[in-house]
């Protein structure tokens, strides 16, 4: 037993069986309803308000309502308990001064909060109030008329069916209804309330009466009431702390996935962040310590429709100087369809936001642009509830022109190895216009041309790594979007030089004297990038230690005078160049010394150095040897004595050059190589390298090893081979010796190495191809000795030689034979090897003449047939007949070639013999002509005449009369007449004359008559006639004429149609005489330009 609140306004069948429906559905209290479940098998029995009783079996659900509020008593079998907590769900809107409060705790978000609120907007419209009043109007009547108290003994249709009803719904953009602001709500109350097993036993709960209120668009306030338990009559209620609640919902059916977004102890909660115009169900759970868990009834509402959400951004499509295309996307609507849209722009000032369209389309073009500028825009969306938040704001630009060339770039400062380059944007281009730009450079004498060095948008840029003292050239380009400017001018700078390096330590040149020396020194080796301009001698006594100058100029030589003698002084040197002015040299003191040298204590010592250097650098010494050396130090007062013997040995060195290697050649194609072992400089030879070669400079190393020796394979006999040796050390590798030159003897010829099959129009005369083969090879290495000849082996190893031609034609073969074939050169030392075989066929022999006979016969054409086959070639035939006919000069001419069987020889003369021969052809030749056939055409038969003319000459008599022909070849002319009275002709003249006269015809009888020409040919046997076709039909019946003069005009009328046959004769025959003109003329025309 079930107990749910009144549900809004619905039309359903329930309705009408239910007897309190009225107190449901007006709305003017609050009613108990009571929904009694009978089980399969038990009687409910009711006493209605008249006094009947009722018995409802089971199973079925009766609704029950109570007319003053009160709950009316049940009566239950013995033994019936009832015990089930269960509450009812209670779904309210609360006024908006609540709505504004905090929801309670432990609320879970359903969904992503929404970028934009809304403001309460409510409405019913036009429709929404007239369903309503127009429902209320039905049910009234059917209060009225007393249908109900005659429908309270059926049962519910179904025993699952639950009571359902539904405010009046109004179509809008989703289909969903528009609920009023008097709070009517889609509300359902499915499935059964789970709780502890005596509930399933039977139990009986009470409820509270639900209450509706309103539903906003995106939130709703859920209200509940405390289980409350009956037992034996008694209801035992339960404090708010005992229970903890659990709300879920679903947006996806009743049967969809719940969602939980409570858990608490409070009553009534507010459900936030609903989705516009969507169906939601709800379900609460409570659980305690002494009650299992127990689940309400479902609940079901809608929620309201609302402004749409926010576009997307409109797109750009297309874009030009002076116009924009965009495209959007319409958004959630929300439960009310989307009927315009609205575009606002910034008109490319930066400034606030204008209308620049308003309707429904989904695009739009916007024109008059400014060039190369900017647009800032937004939309947004309005149905029939309001207006929707604008769209995130975008910016395009249209359209321009690439920006005109830029001024060259100008150095702001440049150092060693830097330069820092700066420019200024192109003049004339829009001021609102993003560019950017490419700086290129070109390193003087580099010649890699202009490369970039910086892409940017910045207006100036340092350039590093650059070389001292070098001149670049410069250009600059401008970008904007739409693309790149002309290069500017190109403008060069250079960078700064560097300091100097210090010069060297100045040296004493020639002899100290005791007033005066004369010293020198070398430039720098790092002179910074430019010329050095001054050099700087300074002096100093080794006594005191303080610095003079005594020289400043460009020479790199000083005579230091004024000296004191017996003094030691000190000399060092700088230099200054563009870049700046170096550091000093090494310190160099003017004292004099003596170096001597000797290979050997047996040797005799000779002076290698002497002068006031610290430090002699020995050239010129042997790698890997032993020398000595002795030091003596001198003044003004003379040499001192030598120093003790330094013994220094020199590092070892690459080995000496080899000798000339010896070559002896064992074959045409094999040689041995040897060579002596030169001086080590002090280290063992490791390796030998040989190098090898045709050419003497394009040698190649062919050993590297310890031998002394190494045999060389694979020569080419009468060749003429270079080699040399190259001996290598742990210091490194010698220099290569002197050059040996061998040349390798003759031997026989090289194989031959292209071999192929000459095809027909290759040959110079063409030979049977049946039993010949055309070859042709190309000549090899004769190796020293000149070919004289080939040997050519086919077949069963047969074996033909031939002379130095190179082509060769194979004769006296068998006819489609595949042979194998391969050719060998001969010299004086002998025969070469075999080249590649190579396979060739014969081709068949050609085809033998096929039996041609004449299978048609006529006076202008015979129709010839040959061998077997269809007449008409359906597949490619590999064989090919050539038809000739002997013309009136006795040559014979070709009439037809191709595959065909069959010929038919056209545009003959009649009674003529004609001469033919066939010949058959094919991929192996043409065959022979056969023998020469004669066929002669037959007479042909006169031409048809024209249809006779009939003259009435009396009352029974007519004359028929036609054209005559001329005799042909001498053969003369008959006529036959039939006539026809009916069906059937009948002959009635047959001789040579063109007229008939015919007498005793019956009166009002209808008659056909036609005619026909023989021919009547003497020179055959026994004459036959050749008859041609029949003339058309004539019809004349006979009528019965009145006496009078009649015979007058009938006479006149026969001369006049003998005198109209006498002028078609004379027409016909010049036409006939023209026609043989003109025949005769092509006659000697074709025999003049197509024959000959």
């Known amino acids: ?162 009571l359902n009803s539904s405010n009046a719904t109004i179509p809008n953009g989703n289909g969903k209804g528009q609920q009023g602001a008097v709070g009517a709500l889609k509300q359902k109350q499915i499935g059964k309330t789970k709780g502890s097993p005596e509930a399933e036993m039977g139990g009986r709960n009470s409820r509270k009466t639900n209450q509706v209120s309103d539903i906003q668009a995106r939130s709703a ?59 939601y169900h709800a379900r609460v759970s409570a659980t305690s310590s002494s009650i299992k868990e127990t689940i309400s009834e479902l609940v079901s509402f809608t929620t309201e429709s609302c402004e749409p959400d926010c576009p997307a951004a409109p797109k750009l499509i297309n874009r030009t100087k002076n116009s924009l295309s965009l495209q959007w996307k319409s958004s959630n609507d929300n439960g009310s369809k989307i009927t315009n849209f609205l575009l606002e722009w910034d008109e490319g000032k930066n400034g606030p936001f ?68 700066g420019w200024s944007p192109p003049a004339g281009g829009a001021l609102d216009d993003t560019l950017t730009y490419s700086l290129d450079m070109e390193e003087e004498g580099s010649g890699y041309g202009f490369q970039p060095q910086y892409n940017g948008d910045e207006l100036s840029c340092t350039l590093r790594n650059l070389r001292r003292s070098t001149s670049y050239k410069f250009r600059l380009f401008a970008y904007n979007s739409e693309g790149k400017s002309s290069p500017s001018e190109v403008v060069e700078h250079s960078t700064k030089p560097d300091r100097p390096g210090a010069p060297s330590k100045p040296a004493v040149k020639g002899k100290i004297h005791p007033h005066s020396v ?76 003596l170096l001597e040298m000797a290979s050997s204590e047996q040797d005799e010592r000779r002076v290698l150095y002497q002068g006031p250097a610290a430090e ?32 220094i040995c020199t590092a070892p060195g690459p080995p000496e050059q080899c000798c000339k290697p010896l070559i002896t050649c064992k074959s045409a194609t094999c040689a041995v190589v040897s060579w002596e072992s030169p001086a080590c400089n002090g280290a063992e030879i490791t390796e030998y390298r040989l190098d090898w070669g045709q050419v003497e400079g394009s040698m190649h190393i062919i050993y590297t090893g310890p031998c002394q020796s190494y045999e060389v394979k694979g020569l080419t006999p009468a060749t003429t081979y270079y080699c040399r040796v190259q001996a290598v050390n742990v210091a490194g590798a010698g220099l290569f010796g002197d050059t040996g030159v061998i040349t390798t003897p003759p031997s026989v010829p090289a194989a031959v190495a292209v071999l192929h ?150 545009r003959l003369s009649e009674s003529t013999t004609y001469h033919f021969r066939i010949q058959a052809y094919n991929d192996a030749g043409e065959g022979a002509f056969s023998e020469v056939c004669a066929f002669t055409t037959t007479k042909s038969p006169p031409a048809p005449l024209k249809a006779p003319k009939v003259i009435q000459l009396e009352e029974n008599t007519f004359e028929i009369t036609w054209e005559p022909l001329q005799p042909m070849k001498g053969d003369s002319i008959v006529y036959i007449l039939q006539l026809a009275a009916g069906r059937e002709f009948d002959q009635v003249y047959k001789g040579p004359e063109p007229c008939f006269r015919l007498p005793a015809a019956q009166t009002n009888c209808e008659y056909r008559a036609r005619v026909c020409a023989g021919r009547q040919c003497h020179d055959l ?72």
Request: glycine share 8%.
């Open 757 to 906: 099959l000459l095809e027909e129009d290759q040959v110079e005369i063409s030979p049977p191809l049946s039993t010949c083969l055309a070859i042709q090879w190309e000549e090899p290495c004769c190796h020293g000795a000149e070919i004289t000849g080939y040997n050519i082996e086919y077949g069963e190893k047969q074996l033909v030689t031939v002379g130095r031609n190179t082509t060769h034609v194979l004769e006296n073969l068998l006819p489609d034979t595949l042979y194998r074939i391969r050719v060998q050169a001969i010299n004086s030392l002998g025969v070469g090897p075999f080249s590649h075989s190579m396979k060739a066929k014969t081709k068949p022999l050609p085809p033998d003449p096929p039996h041609l006979e004449c299978v048609v016969f006529s006076y202008q054409s015979l129709k010839l047939k040959w061998g077997e086959g269809p007449s008409r070639a359906l597949i490619p035939n590999p064989t090919q007949f050539n038809l000739q006919m002997e013309d009136r000069f006795g040559r014979f001419v070709t009439v037809y070639n191709g595959p065909c069987h069959t010929y038919k020889v056209q």
């Open 221 to 279: 306030v859920l209200s509940w009431n405390l289980p409350v338990s009956s037992q034996n009559g008694e209801s035992h209620s339960h404090s708010p702390a005992a229970f903890t609640f659990e709300v879920a919902i679903s947006n996806s059916g009743k049967n969809g996935k719940f969602k939980s977004v409570y858990v608490g102890e409070e009553l009534t909660i507010t459900l936030p962040d609903l989705r516009p115009a969507t169906d």
């Open 1021 to 1092: 046997p026994g004459c036959p006639e050749l008859c041609g076709p029949y003339s058309p039909s004539t019809v004349f019946s006979c009528q019965r004429r009145e006496p009078g003069p009649a015979a007058a005009p009938a006479g006149t009328e026969l001369a006049q149609s003998g005198k109209r046959l006498r002028e078609e004769r004379a027409i016909a025959i010049a036409l006939l005489c023209g026609f043989a003109v003109v025949a005769i003329l092509f006659a000697v025309v074709i025999q003049y330009f197509v024959i000959k």
């Open 518 to 593: 004369r010293v020198t020194w070398e430039p720098p080796k790092d002179n910074g990038g430019s010329d050095i301009s001054k050099y700087f001698l300074e002096i100093s006594e080794a006594s005191v230690g303080r610095w003079e100058p005594i020289y400043s100029g460009a020479q790199r030589e000083h005579v230091c005078d004024h000296l004191r003698p017996g003094t030691s002084y000190r000399l060092r040197v700088s230099c200054a160049s563009k870049g700046g002015e170096s550091q000093v040299s090494d310190v160099t003191t003017v004292t004099e010394y």
């Open 1 to 162: 037993m079930m107990a749910e609140q009144p549900p809004p306004l619905e039309a359903t069948p329930l309705l009408n069986e239910v007897p309190l429906l009225p107190h449901m559905v007006n709305g003017d209290s609050i009613q108990q309803v009571i929904l009694v479940q009978v089980n399969p098998g038990e009687t409910f029995t009711i006493t209605t308000e008249d006094g009947h009783i009722q018995c409802i079996q089971g199973p079925a659900h009766v609704p029950m309502m109570s007319p003053n509020g009160s709950m009316p008593p049940i009566f239950v079998p013995p033994g019936y308990v009832s015990q089930v907590p269960s509450f009812l769900l209670l779904l309210r809107v609360l006024p908006p001064q609540f709505m504004h409060q905090p929801p309670p705790p432990h609320v879970f978000q359903e969904q992503e909060p929404r970028s934009h609120g809304r403001t309460n907007f409510i409405q019913r419209d036009e429709r929404s109030l007239k369903m309503q009043e127009h429902l209320k109007k039905r049910l009234k009547d059917r209060q009225a008329s007393g249908h109900t108290n005659n429908k309270l003994n059926s049962p519910p249709s179904s025993p699952h069916k639950v």
């Open 354 to 421: 204008k209308e620049c369209y308003y309707g429904h389309l989904k695009q739009y073009k916007l024109t008059k642009l400014a060039p190369s500028t900017r647009y800032s825009l937004r939309l947004a969306a309005k149905n029939d509830i309001g207006m929707s938040g604008f769209s995130e704001t975008v910016t395009f630009g249209t359209a321009g022109v690439v920006p005109p060339a830029p001024a060259p770039p100008t150095l702001l400062e440049a150092g060693v190895t830097w330069m820092a380059l």
């Open 616 to 647: 002699f650098a020995v050239t010129n010494l042997l790698p890997g040897r032993s020398y000595s050396f002795w030091l003596r130090a001198g003044n003004r007062v003379g040499f001192g004595p030598h120093s003790e013997k330094a013994e």
